[in-house]
């Protein structure tokens, strides 16, 4: 299939929304009482941003669910897992020297293989990858379209709508396998390639948006958590999600921002490890606003620059990891190659 601008969109935007959600983590909006205007608001967009790391498991299955399997597949970890490194040997000095308390090496190690702090998303990628041979021949095997809608509506039953029923219909535990969810739903639409008009998916994701705000608003006084809220598997945020995702994955902007889209996606995995440093820097430089009022303020001046800063820096690390992975590739096929010369 043709390089598709959309895609490449989503990434960018799957970003933004990351680092818009930690604008919420980092400014109290969570200890904030639940009244008012402005908090409604808040809480729309806090539930609109919060679709982010399904957008991207959703991204995973759009592209991986029709690779075939084979060793280059498992390869495609290799780039993941040393930007990974690559990023925690930034984070980690500056992050003993600047923030918090020194960490000494074996303090590093402990956080690089524990998949601390951000890198939870790390960790499951690997494992999501991992099985998606399975689920890549399943899917593949699907014929009918009533049968790929049929088995998204089960990982959705599955997984998901627990959190939005008192019903029961699997044991709790198979709620957090909802990143299997995402990647079902994007290989279906992978394959059933839906036409919906940006509006209606983005104007849908914005609608569900604002009602989880209204049902935040009434059930507590107190904070966010302290009222109706559900994680990232969530029916209600899967259904954002599916908004955001069908809205914006056929969208072609023109050929100039279609390149600069293309440039810009390449490294926003990296990008997102690395804005752990300026989250712990720069939100606390500017407590004065970190108050309904002024956290418009906030995301202008702090949050909109630390997407930039990740849009770059993470494009650099991607580069580098990428150039890595090339030379170690390099190097096992000249030391396999002198061996089959030799025996």
Known sequence: MKR?????????????????????????FYSRPQVGLL????????????????????LTGYLKSTKPFNKAYYKG??????????CCFLIFPLQSQLITEKLSFQDWMEKLVGFGNYAWYVEMYIGLILFSPVLNLAISNIREEKHLIGLAVMTICLTALPSATVL????????????????????????LQPKVKWWQGLGFALLVSMGLAGVSILT????????????????????????????LYRINPGEKLSKALKWASGGVYEGF?????PDLWLYPMVKQW??????????????IPIFFFALFAGKLIHTASEKISKWIFRLADQRRSRDIIQS
């Not at 490890?273 to 440093?277: A, G």
Request: glycine share 12%; proline share 4%.
């Open 4 to 28: 598709q601008p959309g895609i490449d969109l989503i990434r960018c935007v799957g970003l933004l929304f990351v680092v818009s959600v930690h604008h919420f983590l980092y400014n109290g």
């Open 39 to 58: 908090m409604w608001t808040a809480d729309t967009w806090r539930w609109l941003f919060f679709c982010c790391n399904g957008i991207f498991m959703m």
């Open 77 to 86: 970890l290799f780039p993941v897992l040393i930007g990974y490194v690559l």
């Open 168 to 191: 029961t219909f699997a044991p709790d535990f198979w709620t957090g396998f909802y990143p299997v969810t995402y990647y079902v739903l994007g290989a279906v639409i992978r394959r």
């Open 220 to 247: 507590t006084d107190k904070g966010f958590s302290s009222g109706f809220t559900q994680g990232y598997g969530g029916f209600w945020t899967t259904l954002v999600t599916l908004g955001v995702f069908l809205g």
């Open 273 to 277: 490890m690395l804005t752990l440093i």
């Open 290 to 303: 970190h108050k309904p009022e002024k956290w418009i303020l906030v995301y202008v001046c702090v949050t």
